[in-house]
């Protein structure tokens, strides 16, 4: 079938296979029908890695099980098919949250761990490999391995942020955080330009358990990178309004589990139901939209936010990526270290201003210390991501800008990445060649490939 990623850019024909039970991803393998395979979850991955242009994807979402959970330290066991999405609709109203999350729920557990998603509190807690205790990993031998960062180690490190290239991740145990309600007190703070963002940023994150802002991808002069900051931390029930401070006669758990007294809000949700003509979202119409959302936004201090709106504003509206239209977008996501990110941020920011494109979708955010995944993104420093339709000519400006985030001492995110080429990314990621070491001794035979490995030559 023809598939693509959430970018709908590029769309490869692949061989699907959905296995239901685990063993029938180990007896799919065995099978050798395909001459290579890789994992796929929700497919939110923006471009080519979890495609495998006329060979086998591995779709997981059928093995969405929860298989235990501990409720003394939040410790859940589940398939890899499971979705951050499912796991929160069990566990918020019994007080548990995702310790790390991306700004979708519609990610697999396998997906989370091969891309080592980063949230809004990556300058607190890193990654979501931190929060893994353990995982099964089918390895192309048909071994199955329990990897963590006791056993198996270096196969561990690898598999975090290895977009699928050691094996299918079968189950996970991952730690969930618990929380008193489903609320954030969020603090917006209007930047004017780029340099208020990062030094208030810079001054007061550590504050907040989360941090984000939306950026103005199209101002230029002196109100370039303009910005919403929207910072918070997790409401206690006590400090919320009476009206949604649930009481009940049992004021506590009742048998399932379910806390009488957490309030989940719920919300709306739109459907997408054709494609947008392509060239709808142009350089008119996105500045007139950052203009409004600019000038609707003030500073202020300790808004309730329900957590739907504040970690997921996007999944309101399914299938938003057809706003794109057919020829669909990229998402340029760039992580730029401390020292020399402010310069990287103010060049890549003025070169989009000039191009006479137009990022819809423009997020700025600080990252905390790097994480032990050797192809894992966050470093220490800022990260930006800019939604850029497929127009022509796309391709060599993408490299154009992946001239200057080397040139900044950055990289690319591979969950996002469409375009990159094969020389840059391993100037990037100077962890590779540990990577391919591993890659190489559990899987000489090239079992596992993707189109975004043979594009970067991931595996060598
Ligand atoms: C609206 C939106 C917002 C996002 N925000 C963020 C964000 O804030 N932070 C962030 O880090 N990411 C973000 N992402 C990216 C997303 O979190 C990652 O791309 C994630 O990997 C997608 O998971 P998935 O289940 O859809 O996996 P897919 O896209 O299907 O696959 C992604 C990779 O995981 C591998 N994989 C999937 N399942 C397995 C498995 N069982 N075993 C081994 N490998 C597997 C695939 O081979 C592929 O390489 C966002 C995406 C969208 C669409």
């Given at each position: 079938m023809s598939l693509s990623g959430w970018g709908r850019y590029p769309v490869e024909s692949c061989h699907v296979f959905r296995p239901e039970k685990r063993s029938e991803v180990a007896a799919t393998l065995a099978?050798?029908?395909?001459s290579s395979y890789i994992a796929r979850g929700l497919g939110r991955s923006y471009g080519d890695a979890a495609l495998n242009e006329n060979a086998g994807v591995m779709w997981q979402v059928l093995l969405n099980r929860f298989l235990s959970f501990d409720h003394s330290t939040g410790v859940l066991e589940c398939e890899s098919g499971a979705s951050l999405a499912e796991i929160i609709e069990y566990f918020l109203p019994r007080g548990w949250f995702l310790p790390v999350t991306p700004g979708t729920k519609f990610v697999t557990m396998g997906g989370a761990i091969a891309a080592d998603i980063h949230g809004k509190n990556h300058h607190k807690e890193g990654s979501f490999s931190n929060f893994i205790l353990d995982f099964r990993l089918l390895t192309p031998s048909g071994e199955v391995l329990l990897c963590s960062p006791d056993a198996h180690a270096d196969i561990f490190w690898a598999t975090v942020g290895g977009m699928g290239l050691t094996g299918i991740i079968l189950n996970a145990r991952l730690r969930l955080r618990q929380v008193d309600s489903a609320y954030v007190f969020v603090d917006f703070h209007k930047a004017p330009n780029l340099e208020d963002a990062l030094e208030t940023m810079d001054a007061s994150d550590e504050r907040y358990d989360y941090s984000v802002a939306w950026i103005d991808g199209i101002a230029t002069g002196k109100t370039m990178g303009r910005s919403i900051l929207m910072r918070g931390n997790h409401a206690p029930a006590a400090e919320l309004p009476a009206r949604l401070r649930k009481s009940h006669p049992a004021n506590g758990n009742s048998q399932s589990g379910v806390r009488n007294d957490l309030s989940i809000p719920t919300h709306p949700r739109w459907n997408l139901f054709m494609d947008f003509p392509s060239g709808a979202l142009n350089r008119l119409t996105v500045k007139a939209f950052n203009t409004a959302y600019y000038a609707v936004h003030h500073t202020v201090p300790r808004e309730l936010v329900g957590f739907e709106k504040f970690f997921y504003p996007l999944d309101a509206i399914n299938q938003w990526n057809r706003m794109y239209g057919k020829r669909g977008f990229v998402q340029y996501q760039i992580a730029l270290p401390q020292a020399s990110g402010r310069a990287g941020l103010r060049t890549i920011l003025d070169r989009l201003a000039r191009s006479g494109r137009a990022s819809f979708l423009a997020v700025l955010k600080r990252f905390g210390d790097a994480g032990g995944g050797l192809l894992s993104f966050p470093m220490r420093g800022y990260t930006l991501a800019l939604d850029i339709p497929a127009a022509r000519g796309l391709v060599p400006f993408l490299h154009e800008l992946d001239r200057m985030t080397l040139d900044h001492g950055g990289r690319i995110y591979l969950a996002k990445d469409a375009a990159l080429q094969a020389g840059d990314f391993a100037a990037m990621y100077p962890r590779l060649e540990s990577f391919r070491a591993i890659q190489r001794k559990l899987d000489p035979n090239r079992v596992f490939s993707s189109s975004m490995a043979r594009r970067l030559r991931i595996v060598d």
């Open positions: 099978s050798g029908l395909q």
